[in-house]
């Protein structure tokens, strides 16, 4: 089942940032989506249209996207919570993706986005319809897919079956999140094949955050059990509020790294990557999670 390429997303400028606590300039933040997009990436998520009085950090999403380059091959995808969200992104004029969060646990629901479960489907799917209306694309995320913070265990018919409500919707595909970052390969696995039986023809797209050094073996899993998409952060840079600890999403060197050199073709330069990860760690004014822009080129350039 495995795909002879993977479509890679960049998800450092919002999923990355999001927790940290010092201020990142909105011109760096751009340099973050010019320097993506000069590796390959065509597809990133620049910044949530959350309430800036809970994310300080993503204050500027209209600063962010009046500063986008215009490029037609790319996608810009902002993350939204609600209707409000969407009208915000919608407004900018240079979002083309909405990003939607359904949550697989009531409980974390509720901490999150203060919903139910069921709710948060709901949410998502009006946010789908809010982006098609408007000539934009949907996509969705299934947070806390591998594991919740409150609840424990997550069952995958829980998953499965808001899998295949959010497909209704009509998004490009359906993600499975690993927000708290506690999957292991077997249960990607298993859930990956489940829900991408459940939504065919729909891509499934994943989502592993690294916190318990599962995060490589997990993309690994997904895309041997035919996930198509994946979501990478430069560097490894983001957490979660609710999984402290120092590791975030899987770093997207590490990824590129590792499939191309598994053959699967990601459309992305690594060279320009570990460019681009060296360049982070200078604004971050730390070393970041990532390893592969920590260790030489192999094989060595010629
Ligand atoms: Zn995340």
Known sequence: MTAASIEFVEVGPRDGL????????????????????????RRIEVT?????KK???LADAEEVCAGLPDRQDVTFIGLVMNGRGAERAIAT????????????????????QGQTRDGSVDAASEIIAMAKKAGLTGQVTIGASFGCP?????QEDVVVAMARRLAAAGPVEVALADTIGVANPAHVRSLVTRVREAISPLPVRVHF??????????????VEAGATVVDASLGGLGGCPFAPGAAGNVPSEDVVYMLERAGIATGM?????????????????????????Q??????AA
């Open 150 to 154: 409150f609840e424990g265990e997550v």
């Open 209 to 222: 955050h690294n916190t318990r050094n599962t995060g490589l073996a997990n993309v690994w899993a997904a």
């Open 55 to 57: 994310v300080p950090q």
């Open 295 to 300: 260790a030489p080129a192999f094989p060595a």
């Open 18 to 41: 999001q927790n940290e606590s010092t201020p990142i300039a909105t011109a760096d933040k751009l340099e973050l989506i010019a320097r993506a997009i000069g590796a390959g990436a």
């Open 93 to 112: 004029g240079r979002i083309n993706q909405l990003g939607a969060v359904a949550v697989a646990t009531d409980r974390f629901a509720m901490a999150n």
């Open 269 to 293: 330069d690594l060279g320009k990557l570990v460019e681009a990860s060296h360049w982070l760690a200078g604004v971050m004014g730390r070393k970041l999670p990532g390893m592969v822009a």
């Open 48 to 52: 949530s249209f959350v309430n800036p």
